[in-house]
């Protein structure tokens, strides 16, 4: 039987993304992550070049099942098997695969048939590849899906926190599941859409400090719960701890797949903004003992950074391919450790 670490640690990961055509090599992007001391990378599928490189290297995996998988898998246990045979078990244990997370953000595209039944198979896909796992007397590998933000009816303030109506039948037998075996609700939580929503478009003034994850002298308080908010990602995350409650699942773990700040492309999307997000992200999500969240206070949330390149053939607004912590060449976009040191970035 083949015994995992435990999958949950303040080791920060970064998300490796490869929608650009100049980008550098798998092994020199490997070989970059390395020398980052990247704990973690996430993968957006699960490819054997990049698992092979992976190979022997100090760093958990998160691989992907393409959301046109989903639906196969959901309806053949075969499938399933044969999926987790060759891009886990051809590959283990020399590649420290830890999550493998089906499916990207499902629920945010329900409005056609195709898309809505991909939904409804995605819990029975996720049953199949983790009991597919377990067959092979794999026990720690967590089996996930990262959901967007744009899944909450409300999040602010956070207790008022609600999923939205249409996805709610959805959303059940996802958290009896995660919750039942003890994985994680996965996010793509980003504090520069919101304070860009709050700026451009509704005019409520979001502070860029509160957005960036500076704490100085500026809080919010929940008025239901009392609790006190120094930054607006934990209110964020806070919104769905209390949706999920409201649905009867008040325990369930966090995660954030992906979250950042854009470095060029729009309002607030500089490399200072970007680095300073960055910087105060990884001080708070490495605190050992972890800070946890207000409504979590001590949870340890694992986190991946997007993103590790710019990618240029990614389609979306002038910030969407303007994430990346590295330029095309391989050196920094901004100066940023990924393994905090002690030191408060503010």
């Known amino acids: 039987m083949w015994i995992l670490d435990a999958v949950a640690s303040n080791r920060i990961g970064i998300n490796y993304g490869r929608l650009g055509n100049n980008l550098p090599s798998p092994t020199r992007s490997i070989e970059l992550l390395q020398t980052m001391n990247a704990g973690r990378v996430r993968l957006y599928d699960a490819d054997h070049e990049i698992l092979k490189l992976l190979s022997g290297?100090?760093?958990d995996i998160?691989?992907?099942?393409?959301?046109?998988?989903?639906?196969?898998?959901?309806?053949?246990?075969?499938?399933?098997?044969?999926?987790?045979?060759e891009h886990i078990i051809t590959h283990y244990p020399n590649t420290r695969t830890r999550f493998v997370l089906v499916g990207h953000?499902?629920?945010?595209?329900?409005?056609?048939?195709?898309?809505?039944?991909?939904?409804?198979?995605?819990?029975?896909?996720?049953?199949r590849i983790k009991s597919a796992v377990k067959a092979q007397g794999i026990r720690n590998i967590k089996v996930?899906?990262?959901?967007?933000?744009?899944?909450?009816?409300?999040?602010?303030?956070?207790?008022?926190?609600?999923?939205?109506?249409?996805?709610?039948?959805?959303m059940l037998p996802l958290l009896r599941y995660i919750n039942g075996t003890?994985?994680?609700m996965f996010l793509n939580v980003y504090p520069?859409?919101?304070?860009?929503?709050?700026?451009?478009?509704n005019q409520t003034g979001i502070s860029l400090?509160?957005?960036?994850?500076?704490?100085?002298?500026?809080?919010?308080t929940d008025p239901q719960t009392g609790l006190v908010y120094k930054n607006l990602l934990d209110q964020m995350l806070d919104s769905v701890v209390y949706a999920m409650a409201k649905l009867g699942y008040d325990d369930v773990n966090?995660?954030?797949?992906?979250?950042?700040?854009?470095?060029q492309g729009g309002s607030g999307a500089t490399r200072k903004n970007a680095a300073v997000y960055n910087k105060n992200l990884i001080r708070k999500m490495s605190m050992v003992p972890s800070i946890g969240t207000p409504a979590r206070p001590g949870a340890v949330i694992p986190t991946f950074i997007y993103t590790l390149y710019d990618e240029d053939q990614k389609y979306g607004s002038g910030t969407e391919r303007r994430w990346g912590l590295l330029n095309s060449d391989g050196s920094p976009v901004y100066h940023v450790n990924i393994t905090w040191t002690g030191k408060r970035y503010d």
């Not at 953000?105 to 049953?127: C, G, H, N």
């Not at 966090?254 to 470095?263: F, K, Q, R």
């Open 254 to 263: 966090l995660a954030i797949s992906e979250t950042g700040w854009p470095h």
């Open 105 to 127: 953000e499902v629920f945010s595209s329900i409005s056609t048939y195709q898309d809505l039944q991909i939904a409804r198979d995605l819990v029975r896909a996720m049953k």
């Open 209 to 220: 400090d509160f957005a960036l994850l500076r704490t100085r002298n500026e809080s919010y």
């Open 144 to 170: 996930g899906t990262p959901l967007a933000m744009d899944m909450m009816e409300m999040t602010s303030p956070p207790s008022y926190g609600s999923f939205k109506p249409e996805i709610r039948e959805l």
């Open 62 to 85: 998160t691989i992907t099942v393409a959301n046109d998988e989903i639906s196969g898998i959901a309806a053949n246990q075969h499938l399933a098997n044969q999926w987790v045979y």
């Open 192 to 201: 520069y859409l919101t304070w860009f929503d709050s700026q451009v478009v």
């Open 57 to 59: 290297k100090n760093i």
């Open 182 to 184: 003890k994985s994680f």
